[in-house]
């Protein structure tokens, strides 16, 4: 990481001052936000010009860092293959009570109550390194993601390297993705995707065709063929979606499509009842969203692949889309597999 950068961002941790740096996908400028002081923003209705990181269940109350204070820096990416995470030892002790969870999920679904949910899993771990060192490896090795490390005395440090685009918007038109199935990604061999993965796809897709066509009409909105999507040593079903530039409605779009059906489930308000019913953690600000916003411009991607950050213990949150061919054990088997990634750069 540049030295400057590095310096800067140890010195607002030492002096317990909020900020915010990130790395867009494919791009290769570092940008840094941060405070003068300790205040806690909040913005109601997205109408403000900073890096807001929204939790999963009140999206009316957003934390943000103003774009008041800014640094950027060139950041060489000095690309490292993809850490060996067989090697990460995790916590199974929840693997009865997740495997029950996705039964009653099955059940529910059977009775017609639900076509998909997203349960989650946390994985706690410790790490030897420093933050800014995991925030660099992520930054190295997930050059396709959006790559962010979020500090605030008063919120907490979250970091994370997330594939999946929220809104993405600027005066020439809007976009947004429609995002499931998981699979490890292999240079040399494509994947193969199970009916239970495509048909999750599907349903995802026509979800996030549905809420785009409570605010805009049928022929405005663009749907892509579906297509893989590489993120890290994993790989996705993706489908793109365009629709109309934002004319100061960011938060009815926001409000539309979140949670995503990749987050929460099918249909909407079905899958959120039963998550808030039955998972016995707070998601807090995994699955919610965040990235930069100004007056021109909208950057938002869906909390994935991120933890949660203290000196004495790392909160990693990973989800499995359930549907009625799910198996058990390899939807556990799946919440392990991206915990591994992630972990392993800890």
Not at 93 to 117: C, H, M, N, S, Y
Not at 239 to 250: E, I, R, S
Not at 310 to 327: C, F, H, K, N, R
Request: net charge neutral.
């Amino acid at each position: 990481m540049d030295a400057f950068l590095n310096l800067k961002l140890k010195q607002l941790w030492e002096e317990k001052l909020p900020f915010v740096c990130f790395r867009l996908p494919n791009q290769n400028q570092l940008t840094l936000y941060f405070q003068k002081d300790p205040q806690l923003h909040y913005t109601q209705d997205l109408k403000c010009s900073g890096f807001v990181i929204a939790p999963y269940e009140a999206i009316s109350n957003v934390p943000f860092i103003p774009d008041q204070f800014v640094e950027t820096v060139q950041f060489k990416n000095e690309f490292s293959e993809d850490l060996d995470a067989s090697e990460v030892v995790l916590d199974t002790r929840e693997k009865p009570f997740f495997k029950t969870l996705v039964k009653k999920a099955k059940d529910t679904i059977a009775a017609g109550k639900l076509t998909k949910v997203v349960l989650s899993q946390t994985q706690k771990l410790t790490s030897n390194k420093s933050i800014l060192n995991v925030f660099e490896e992520l930054l190295n090795r997930y050059p396709l993601a959006m790559v962010y490390l979020w500090h605030h005395p008063q919120v907490g440090t979250w970091f994370g390297a997330t594939p999946e685009q929220f809104i993405s918007s600027q005066k020439e038109g809007s976009q947004t993705v429609a995002l499931a199935g998981t699979q490890i990604y292999h240079q040399s061999k494509p994947p193969r995707w199970t009916k239970k993965e495509r048909e999750e796809q599907v349903l995802v897709a026509l979800q996030v065709e549905q809420d785009l066509r409570t605010l805009f009409p049928h022929d405005q909105i663009k749907k892509s063929e579906t297509s893989n999507q590489r993120a890290g040593n994993l790989v996705h079903l993706c489908t793109h979606f365009q629709f109309p530039a934002l004319n100061g409605n960011l938060f009815e779009v926001a409000q539309a499509l979140h949670p995503t059906p990749a987050v929460g489930g099918v249909p909407k308000a079905a899958a959120q009842d039963f998550i808030q019913t039955h998972e016995l953690h707070n998601r807090s600000f995994y699955t919610g969203f965040l990235g930069p916003i100004t007056s021109t411009t909208t950057q938002l991607f869906v909390n994935l692949r991120c933890g949660r950050w203290t000196p004495e213990e790392v909160t990693l949150y990973v989800g499995a889309g359930i549907t009625a061919q799910s198996d058990p054990d390899k939807e556990w088997e799946e919440t392990l597999r991206k915990a591994k990634t992630l972990a392993s750069v800890l």
